[in-house]
């Protein structure tokens, strides 16, 4: 009981003080897709593993507790061929431009070989907002998704557009090393789930294949590439299910320690107690 309120209190006094602690970093991993056209079987996702790369600043509140403001960019990519359902013929990329603000908190650190190595766990949380524009190849050429209307959007009876830009929510955890009193280097993955199954550009929206013909004969045919216009119009079906998208990024991040002026630890200005 004794330890337990000692360490409340050391908490609390540690909460309460002054941001001391910013670092500048860099992120670069790899990005996948989950929706409508991720593979069946995960080692079919190492073909859709697309570049990741970012930008951020922390400001580390306490031992504990961390702010982490960034921006990333990345790609995301899905195909019929690697579901093993190549007439579908569905397929389509994506580049992610999003900012994001995440609260890390780690419960503890580790030290082994008398000090040398030093690592924190941690496990992050926050919010993200993004921009996507899925494109696909049509015979040869790329092609914007979402001003064809390839489920009718824009039709009496149907949504407008669908938005470009959305929320997203964070999770994930990972690993830092601190390599010295200014770099730290760290492992880390996460997931973001999205508000919106139009990443892909598609979705489980009922269309009459007529309705999307009026959108032009570029999104009937990649909407449903096998139907026929002169025979198929009163055709109904869906291109998708109901859940939303989401998106995955995992890789390394290296950050800074920014007004170092040795003597202070990483910038605590209260060593917190351990135990």
């Known amino acids: ?131 996507f524009n899925p494109t696909r190849i049509w015979n040869g050429q790329e092609v914007e998704l979402q001003p ?18 959305g929320f997203a929510l964070i999770g994930g955890g990972g690993v830092k090393w601190l390599i010295n009193d200014q770099w730290t280097l760290g492992v880390e993955y996460g997931g973001r789930k999205t508000f919106t199954d139009h990443l892909d550009d598609i979705s489980a929206t009922e269309v009459v294949y007529g309705d999307v013909l009026k959108n032009g004969d570029l999104a009937a045919a990649i909407s449903r590439p096998w139907l026929n216009p002169d025979i198929d119009s009163n055709r109904t079906y869906r291109r998708g299910g109901p859940s939303s998208d989401w998106y995955f990024t995992g890789g390394l991040t290296l950050s800074y320690l920014l007004g170092y002026g040795g003597g202070g630890g990483r910038g605590k200005t209260v060593k917190c107690y351990e135990f």
């Open 148 to 165: 064809l209307g390839t489920e009718a959007q824009g039709q009496a009876g149907y949504s407008a557009p669908y938005d470009l830009q």
């Open 1 to 131: 009981m004794k330890h337990i309120f000692i360490l409340l209190v050391s908490l609390a006094v540690c909460s309460s003080l002054p941001a001391q602690n910013h670092e500048l970093g860099v992120y670069t991993g790899l990005s996948f897709y989950e929706g409508e056209l991720a593979p069946p079987e995960i080692p079919l996702y190492f073909e859709t593993l697309r570049p990741a790369f970012g930008l951020f600043w922390r400001t580390n509140i306490n031992d504990y507790i961390a702010l982490r403001l960034g921006y990333n960019h990345l790609e995301l990519m899905g195909d019929d061929e690697l579901r093993g359902t190549p007439d579908g013929q569905r397929s389509f990329e994506t580049k992610i431009h999003e900012g994001y603000l995440n609260l890390e908190i780690t419960p503890f650190s580790l030290s082994f070989f008398r000090g040398a190595i030093n690592l924190e766990p941690y496990v992050y949380g926050g919010g993200a907002f993004f921009a």
